[in-house]
Structure formats: C-alpha cells, structure tokens
C-alpha cells in the first residue's frame, strides 16, 4: 500500500526548542518534499529532495534545514524554533524526475510554537 | 519563477448548482504539467485530477478540467455539487528547474462549501 508517513502528528513547543519532523515512504520515491500550509497561503515549498544528500532549498526555507541519509526517511529539522513556525507541515514524495507525477502527500504534523 | 493564480477564498454553493473553480497559471515551459489536488478536513491533499494534453478534457469522480495552454487556464467543474465536495481546492503546476528536475507550484487554495 503507497503511502507517505509522518511523525509525530501533532507537536506543542516552545520557542526557542528544536524541532525534527520525520518522514517516511515505503515506495522507493526518488523526490521528496516539505511543504507547509497556512490559511489563505496555500502550500508552500520549504526543500525539496532529489536523492539522498540531494536535497535544494524551495520557496520558504529559511529557518529549516533538511537531512535526507535515506532514500526512504526525509527530515524536516528547525533549530531554535519561533512562533511563525506554527502551521501544519506535509511530507510529499513523487515517483520519478518527470513533471507529470503528481506528489503523493502524508498525513501532516500540525505544529505548535508557544 | 512560475505561479499559479486561484479563485480566492470561500465560494459557497448550493446543493444541486455547478461549480467552477477558477485555476490561471504562468509559465515559461511551453508544455506545463497541471494538477487539482483536494483536501477535506483534517485530511492532507489527494490529487483530483491532472492534464498536460491541450484542449483535451479531464475528467475524474465527476469533476472534470480541460487545459486550454492559449489561455493559461485549467478550471476545475463539476455540474452538480454535492455536500460531500466541500473541501478545500488546489491547482498546482510542476515547474522544470533544471534537466530532469521538477518542482510543484501551489496556488493559494479555494474552499468549496456547499449548503443544503
């Protein structure tokens, strides 16, 4: 069953605590995404990764660095997190390099900073 | 960079009335990718629908797109809505960075309610 998993679900912090979110498809997906989604912003492009050690900045990426040592696990990690950071982040993961395969999307983290 | 442009915010529908979701895009990709993707609450985006073929229509659990590249438009309709597609709604672009590299390009999202 293709899937795309991510934990923890749910995260409460506090500013200024790291934060690593995790990862995981079990498909052999090549690119693997971090978008996060707030109201009225859509989703939005944090880092993409093309490969293990392979990974680009997107749209969004200051204030997260990302760790790809595994095909399969993507993390997403912010050092010293803010309050701005709060939002729900979605882990994407796509078959090949070729535009036409949709991202598959995992379930979300939905974050917290206090 | 590209971007896709999206009918903004709520539209509210009737139960029974078409619905059209307005989806623009820009890019310099002469064959761009174009998806709708739909996400209900509390759940994460599942694709709806996708199309790289011109003036062809797309179609899928009722709802359908058809990628017009003369107007840089792909808007997503369906002829009548059902409670159960109140959601939120996104079109999306895959955006060719570099040789055998893509990106996808969200827009903002519309939310569908639809009323009894």
């Known amino acids: 069953d293709m899937k795309v998993t991510q934990m923890p679900r749910y995260l409460i912090k506090r500013m200024g605590e790291n934060v690593l979110l995790e990862c995981g498809q079990d498909?052999?997906?090549?690119?693997m995404y971090w978008y996060r989604q707030d109201p009225g912003l859509g989703l939005q492009l944090i880092y993409i990764s093309y490969d293990v050690d392979s990974n680009s900045e997107g749209d969004i990426p200051k204030g997260y660095r990302v760790s790809r040592k595994k095909r399969e696990h993507f993390s997403l990690i912010l050092d010293s997190a803010k309050t701005n950071q709060t939002s729900v982040y979605f882990c994407a993961s796509s078959l090949v390099r070729v535009g036409n395969q949709a991202p598959l999307f995992g379930e979300g983290t939905r974050l917290s900073v206090l | 960079g590209d971007s896709v442009t999206q009918t903004e915010g709520l539209v509210t529908l009737t139960e029974g009335l078409p619905v059209m979701l307005n989806c623009t895009y820009q890019?310099?990709?002469?064959?761009?990718?174009l998806f709708w993707y739909v996400q209900h609450l509390n759940e994460s985006p599942r694709l709806l629908l996708k199309?790289?073929?011109?003036?062809k229509r797309t179609e899928h659990q009722g709802f359908h797109a058809t990628l017009h590249k003369s107007s840089s438009s792909f808007h997503l309709q369906k002829s009548s809505a059902q409670l159960s597609d109140s959601a939120l709604y996104y079109c999306?672009?895959?955006?060719?960075?570099?040789?055998?590299?893509?990106?996808?390009?969200f827009g903002a999202g519309t939310r569908l309610k639809v009323i009894a």
């Open positions: 999306a672009l895959s955006e060719r960075i570099n040789t055998g590299n893509y990106k996808y390009v």
């Open positions: 199309s790289f073929t011109d003036n």
């Open positions: 890019t310099i990709y002469s064959n761009p990718f």
């Open positions: 498909m052999s997906h090549e690119t």
